[in-house]
């Protein structure tokens, strides 16, 4: 599984980085959510799909 | 059964499969519109900047993928044990209920139908048109919607007055202080904000009175004056509605057997404040979907974090974290705001008894990210401010 955040989309809620803070880092000016390393690891895959369904603005994208 | 096919319904359906649900699923969904996200309504959707199409959640395709059977158009009517009635005229039973139906917008005495409100699509929709033709609004009401209303009227050139019946705006939620701040982004943005005004009542859909006899007239009014559950249907159903429906820490309606109720129409214990509590907030939503899901199936639930609500207004997002009503001190994390600095950049938190409770950013996403965590732990006032440095 590998995990982005589309910059477009996102607006600063943090709530990806809150379920998941293992796979996502925040910008310090605005809050905006970054996967540093687009692989999840199998640990990690459940807490990654809870991360896009926290998403208001379905900025986490799984594939 | 699923009554609702909003964000708490179908969070709750997806947990359901997810988890390997793997009876029949019904999803009853009183708007003919596939189940569509609320936040955007107010802000992307009214604005123009997206097409409706994107508020959706899940079309019926996506529906279909998850092995549902949608009933959309259709209301209950009554619920007798664990058997739905519908307008249409027929029933569906299932070996558990969970009612997610959400919140209508709360209507003035006497409201005339020409009287705009914003709590569904086709609300929103409305209003979009309207917008593009009218010069003059009053917004009646000075919450987050009202807010936001507010700037999609302002940015089409639109003259805004705005009246707020307590004496600042938001104030149920920022408490008085703060709402001082949310004072601030109407009045600096052009609306004219006349807080303290009670309204006497609404001549027509252009057209009210106030308390004190004066009469405001404007090509649109509307009335942003909250919202409610409507569960007249649940009437003899043996169930005691105090407002909302009172479950238990899983979300089961107490009172009742194989129902459960999710989302702004619930009030669900919470054992660290001892009430029932109902929330508006769209994690919230989801959070209690998942639990009563979970709860159906008899699995573990997931950890819970606090409640978060936003709202886009004047150009800034405004992020409330936790509970401020409980608070009864109030510390300024960051930014000058309330000693009449900028707006922009102040960040506000809730005490209650010494622990932080809750906390408000305007516009300062990234300095308000690291509260989320201090109040999901209850972190006590000296580790909050030592967060600050």
């Known amino acids: 599984m590998q995990v982005r955040v589309d910059s477009d989309l996102c607006q600063g809620h943090t709530l990806c980085a809150m379920a998941a803070p293992d796979l996502f880092a925040l910008r310090d000016e605005d809050g905006h959510a970054y996967a540093p390393d687009e692989n999840v690891p199998a640990a990690q895959e459940e807490r990654a799909q809870e991360a896009a369904r926290s998403c208001p603005e379905r900025a986490v994208q799984l594939s | 059964m699923v009554v609702g096919a909003g964000l708490g319904g179908l969070r709750t359906i997806e947990r359901l499969r997810a988890d390997g649900y793997p009876g029949r699923i019904t999803l009853i969904g009183a708007e003919e519109h596939e189940p569509y996200d609320r936040p955007p309504l107010s802000k992307q959707v009214l604005s123009g900047d997206w097409e409706p199409g994107r508020a959706v959640l899940r079309d019926r395709a996506g529906l279909a993928g998850l092995d549902v059977t949608a009933r959309l158009g259709t209301g209950a009517v009554a619920l007798h044990g664990t058997t739905v009635e519908l307008d249409d005229g027929g029933t569906v039973a299932g070996d558990a209920v969970v009612i997610a139906t959400g919140l209508v917008a709360r209507r003035l005495p006497h409201q005339p139908d020409g009287v705009a409100v914003l709590r569904t699509l086709d609300d929103a929709l409305a209003l979009r048109r309207a917008l593009g ?46 709402g001082e701040l949310a004072t601030r982004l109407f009045t600096e943005a052009g609306a004219d904000l006349r807080c303290g005004t009670r309204i006497g009542r609404l001549l027509d859909g252009r057209t009210v009175e106030l308390a004190d006899g004066s009469v405001l007239s404007a090509d649109l009014v509307l009335a942003g004056v909250g919202a409610v559950p409507d569960l007249r249907w649940l009437d003899g159903a043996g169930v005691r509605v105090n407002d909302r429906l009172a479950c238990n820490e899983r979300g089961r309606v107490v009172g009742m057997s194989g129902v459960w109720a999710v989302g702004d129409a619930a009030a669900w214990w919470n054992p660290a404040t001892g009430d029932h509590h109902g929330g508006e907030h769209w994690t919230l939503t989801g959070e209690q979907a998942a639990r009563a899901a979970c709860d159906i199936l008899g699995t573990e639930p997931p950890a819970a974090g606090p409640p978060y609500v936003w709202s886009d207004q004047f150009g800034l997002k405004v992020q409330v974290i936790g509970r401020t009503d409980t608070a009864d001190e109030l510390v300024q994390l960051h930014g000058t705001g309330l000693d009449g600095g900028p707006v922009k950049g102040t960040v506000v938190g809730y005490l209650a008894g010494g622990v932080l409770a809750g906390a408000v950013s305007f516009g300062a996403p990234a300095r308000f990210a690291r509260y989320r965590a201090l109040v999901a732990s209850g972190a006590p006032r000296e580790k909050v401010l030592a967060t600050i440095e």
Request: aromatic share 2%; charged share 20%.
């Open chain 2, 133 to 178: 033709t009218a010069r003059s609004m009053i917004v009646i009401g000075a919450g987050f919607v009202g807010a936001e209303v507010t700037c999609a009227a302002l940015r089409r050139g639109v003259r805004v007055t705005v009246l707020e019946a307590l004496d600042a705006p938001c104030q149920r939620v920022l408490g008085r202080r703060v």
